[in-house]
């Protein structure tokens, strides 16, 4: 099965229940090439949500999610262009669910697609 929006490709899109708070790490491949996602989920009193996106180094990007507690879930509105693997452009989408109050997990679904082709990439 290949599904394409527009002219990008989904490489990649898993859902998966975590234990409960912290970082989670997913790996994305493609043609020889590993990306690494540390999604760290983050609570504080301020009740915010937020989100930062920090560069760990040249094959590791760490999203801290503050405050992601949305029973009916909560993600990113549009794409983020997350860097580019096999010298293809790479946007990932998020979407977050927390069960309930009393659950520590969250329910991710984490999706992955390549676009155009860019040199040295």
Request: contains cysteine.
């Amino acid at each position: 099965m290949k599904i394409c929006y527009g002219d990008k490709e989904l490489l990649s899109s898993e859902n998966f229940l975590t234990f409960g708070g912290g970082e989670t790490k997913i790996e994305i491949q493609h043609r020889g090439e590993a990306l690494f996602f540390v999604l760290d989920m983050l609570v504080d009193e301020s009740k915010k949500q937020r989100h930062e996106l920090v560069v760990v180094d040249k094959q590791t990007l760490k999203l801290r999610l503050w405050n992601w507690e949305n029973p009916l879930g909560t993600g990113f509105i549009k794409p983020i262009e997350a860097g580019t693997i096999s010298n293809r452009k790479l946007f990932i989408l998020l979407w977050i669910k927390k069960p309930g109050k009393q659950s520590e997990s969250h329910e991710i679904t984490f999706s992955a697609y390549i676009g155009e082709e860019v040199s040295n990439g």
